[in-house]
Structure formats: structure tokens, C-alpha cells
């Protein structure tokens, strides 16, 4: 899915860009003789260029920027590793990333201090089970 929306992305880009040169060699043909302002063609090509580059460097800028985004929210905590906050009978408090969330235990009773897993989601609460590979401290 990444991939494709980058390669519209950048399928716009280049015709935007071819665009863009095509503007700047119309002001300089033609609007800037109007003010009776002669600019050597170097000047051109030198705009054009960099014009080209900052392009170039927008899109990378935006296509790293973009793929680098996070879920956030309790999607994005399934998997994650914690331990329990407070007993959880089945419900209580978690504490992943040294945050706390309201948790509903699949496994019955975790006592405080427990290792858990988020396994999913249920409302606003994360559903978490005992994490096996963890010992309570």
C-alpha cells in the first residue's frame, strides 16, 4: 500500500516539477522582458537547477517523514510487554512504556506486579493476558 501511494506520490511530483520548470522558463521568456528585464540564460539554468534540487529534496523529506509515522493509541499496544499496575479481577490497571492504561485480563485473576501482554483491544480498555516469559519482582 506504501509503495503504491509513493509512486503516485511521485508520478505527481515529477509533473509538478516538469511544470514548475516550464513556469519558470515562461517568466523569463516572456514576463520578464515585459519589465524590460534581460537575464543571462546561466541565470536560468541556475534557477532552474535549484529550483530542481529543492524539489527533489521536499519529496524525500516528505516520503521519509510520512513512512516514519506511528500508530498511536491502543492499537499500537498490542504486543507490548508490561506488568500489572493493580490487581486485575478481571479488570484494573496496567503500566506499559511507564504509562498507565485500564486493562481487562483474558486469564482471570493478574496480581499487581505480574508481567503482562497486550493481546488486543475492548473499548477504551486493553485486553492483556499473563506473560508467561516474565517474573514478578
Known sequence: ??????????????????????????IWRWLLPEFDIQLHVGVLIGVMIAWGIFGTWLFIFTTYTLKKQATVGLPSM??????????????????????????????GNISTGEGIIVT?????????????GSVKH
Open 120 to 132: 488486543g483491544e475492548n473499548g477504551l480498555k486493553l485486553l492483556v493476558r499473563k506473560n508467561i
Open 1 to 26: 500500500m506504501f509503495k503504491r501511494l509513493t509512486l503516485a506520490r511521485l508520478v505527481l511530483a515529477i509533473l509538478s516539477m516538469a511544470l514548475e520548470q516550464v513556469a519558470i522558463w515562461v
Open 78 to 107: 498490542v504486543g507490548s510487554t508490561g506488568k500489572a499496575a493493580a490487581d486485575l479481577s478481571p479488570d484494573g490497571m496496567v503500566k506499559i512504556r511507564g504509562e498507565l492504561w485500564g486493562a481487562l485480563s483474558e486469564d
